[in-house]
């Protein structure tokens, strides 16, 4: 039993599977909140210092104050910090002062507003749709230890296969078998290390899950072997939806067992996505989930050992009662003369077939014997979907660890997979976005996280490419990802190779340090990237940070996130030591005391700055670490002391 955390419970909580520890319960409401019952929400009034932290992935900085985050999984690739959306929900937050703080975790699977003073700048109210909540407040002296003690409560997060912390290319576009071995060969010829090529749905017959076009890829399993003898994983894209096809074996399992979603009627709901007409399974269902979870093994059997799960929220391109409602008021429209104003209200019901909030009302789950109706317990779906993928995994590919990460999620997925941070865009500010969500998702559990490198949407540029990746080699997830339609961006299509290749290399020299920290934060419950106000909390200076971040217990990073610049400015809360990489071999040095500093940064640099008396170990072919310097050797092997 924890006593350092009390519960507070509202209607009929779900066991949502987010917390894995008994808390004491307390009567009454969460301690410094108002409760307006009839509007059914929290109030708390913000002091005039206190930041908020967490939420996981959501737009905005790192101190979420000043805006409004609705927790409510969204398949929405078009976002910008405008948005309250985006495709997890992770309600754990921070609120800090600076001389006091607590932790809350709104327990509550259905939409959750938190309007962080953006309504009224002084307050802070909590809405759930629905109120059966269990509300946690979390005691603690710091940030770090209140994170600690909620991650405590919601357990250890996944830990992928070491490959994993390797470079991944992935396009959604690969057609062919020799489509994945052009990529792979190209990126050998260049001599830059990638671990992972990733299949998306055109792998499958028709984008029906578990299975592989026999034409486009004859021989998989030897295929996959083949890949795997060139130091390469295959991670094939899994989605939600169920192709509807007579004889397709897991539409036909799922339907004679009653494994799909259905709808207040009894029938199986007909939604759209990638294949077309789908039946959505019901993750919610014990059985049902074990059964999906099962069909991975046409994959694992065939060598596969890794996966990701997508459009879980679910993505809902529309359905099919829907449509036919669509349709009937586009007719009543032509009927009548249309005014301006009725050219927009047609223009609205023909622009929000997807995703349609009224779709999500329309589906039920059995979850523990109770039918559900989705939209209360719309962001376990994705978490769902996940957890049935890596329960499954034991049994179905024993002593075999999984790579496993998901699009949508909610906190208590991190123990079964890691997730992506979902379609972005080939912007800087999704750069930036990316080092911001970093934290927030590490407090949530989801240190295994990262974002589509180089941006999914839209067309990148090599210097956009080149920034994030000096980034991204920081994040447990390093994957580039595009969309089909965009420009190609593959390390090699761009001029500057061979600053890639120093990159990529620096990444893998890294993968001591990365993974080690990774490890420790996992079984410490600790972050493995932090806001510096979680550590420097004697200077207020650091409270408003957001474009470092302290990486393990080492260093901290401060990466370029703005087009044409060669530089930036840097606040240095202590004394350190500026390791300013251009490859793992070729770098200067530079102490700097505490205070501004401009830095210059080329395009092809990495800036990364020692904490005092801590070293960063980087390890190019089997390098060793000396006390207070970090030597690696290079492929004659030369030794190169750094510090
Ligand atoms: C979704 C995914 C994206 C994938 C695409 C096609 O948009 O988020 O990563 O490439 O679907 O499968």
């Excluded at 495709?87 to 509550?108: H, K, P, T």
Aim: with cysteine; proline share 4%; hydrophobic share 35%.
């Amino acid at each position: 039993m924890i006593e350092y955390i009390r519960k507070y419970e509202f209607g009929e909580p779900y066991e949502t599977g987010a917390v894995i520890e008994e808390t004491v319960k307390t009567e009454g409401i969460p301690e410094g909140f108002r409760y307006d019952e009839e509007a059914g929400t929290f109030f708390y009034d913000l002091h005039e210092k206190d930041m908020i932290f967490g939420l996981g992935e959501t737009v905005r900085g790192i101190n979420k104050r000043g805006w409004i985050y609705v927790s409510n999984n969204s398949d929405d690739p078009a976002h910008d910090e405008n948005k309250t959306s985006l495709y997890a929900s992770q309600n754990f937050m921070i609120v800090d002062d600076g001389e006091r703080c607590f932790g809350l975790f709104v327990d509550n699977p259905g939409t959750v507003t938190f309007d962080i003073g953006y309504s009224t700048p002084g307050v802070m109210s909590i809405h759930p749709e629905y109120n059966d909540t269990s509300f946690y407040l979390v005691d603690g002296q710091t940030p770090l230890e209140i994170v600690g003690r909620f991650r405590r409560l919601i357990g250890a997060s996944y830990i992928p296969p070491k490959w994993a912390f390797g470079y991944g290319q992935s396009r959604w576009g690969y057609k062919t078998a020799d489509d994945i071995r052009e990529v792979a060969r190209r990126y050998k010829e260049l001599d830059i290390p990638i671990d992972m090529i990733y299949m998306d749905i055109d792998y499958m017959q028709d984008f029906k899950d578990f299975t592989v076009n026999p034409e486009r890829f004859p021989d998989f399993e030897d295929f996959v072997k083949e890949m795997r003898e060139e130091g390469i994983h295959l991670v094939p894209i899994i989605d939600a939806g169920v192709k509807i096809e007579d004889g397709y074996d897991v539409y036909e399992e799922g339907k004679a067992n009653g494994y799909f979603c259905k709808k207040e009627n009894g029938e199986d709901l007909v939604a759209a996505v990638w294949p077309g007409k789908v039946h959505f399974p019901d993750f919610l269902n014990d059985d049902a989930r074990r059964w999906f979870g099962k069909k991975y093994k046409v994959l694992t059997d065939a060598g596969i050992e890794g996966f990701w799960n997508d459009m879980n929220e679910p993505a809902i391109f529309y359905t099919e009662d829907h449509l036919k409602e669509v349709f009937e008021q586009v007719r009543d429209f032509e009927k009548k003369e249309l005014d301006i104003w009725g050219f927009f209200d047609f223009k609205d019901v023909v622009g929000s077939i997807a995703n349609n909030p009224e779709d999500y009302r329309r589906f039920y789950h059995d979850f523990n014997g109770r039918k559900v109706r989705h939209d209360r317990v719309h962001n376990l779906y994705g978490f769902y979907m996940t957890r049935s993928a890596s329960e499954s995994f034991e049994k179905i590919a024993p002593g075999k660890e999984i790579l496993m990460f998901s699009r949508a999620s909610y906190t208590g997925m991190h123990r079964y997979g890691g997730v992506w941070t979902g379609d972005n865009t080939s912007r800087w500010s999704h750069l930036l976005m990316n080092i911001q969500m970093m934290p927030a998702l590490g407090m949530n559990g989801f240190l295994f996280s990262g974002a589509d490198i180089g941006g999914f949407g839209g067309n990148t540029t090599e210097d956009l490419m080149m920034r994030w990746i000096e980034f991204g080699i920081f994040t447990p997830l390093f994957r580039n990802h595009s969309a089909l339609g965009t420009r190609d961006q593959e390390l090699y299509r761009f001029d500057k190779t061979e600053d890639f290749r120093n990159l990529i290399k620096l990444r893998y020299a890294l993968i001591p340090y990365i993974y080690s920290e990774f490890i420790k934060a996992v079984e410490t419950y600790d972050m493995y990237m932090k806001p510096l106000w979680f550590e420097y909390r004697n200077d207020d200076r650091c409270r408003e940070v957001e474009d470092q971040l302290l990486v393990g217990d080492s260093i901290m990073i401060a990466p370029v996130y703005e087009q044409n610049k060669t530089g930036r400015y840097v606040y240095l809360p202590e004394k350190m030591k500026l390791v300013r990489f251009r490859s793992c071999e070729d770098c200067d040095t530079e102490i700097l005391d505490k205070g501004d500093h401009y830095v210059s940064a080329a395009l092809n640099e990495v800036l990364v700055f020692i904490r005092p008396g801590k070293e960063l170990s980087l390890d190019v072919n089997g390098g060793e670490r000396r006390d207070g310097s970090f030597v690696h050797t290079n492929d004659s092997g030369t030794a190169i002391t750094v510090i």
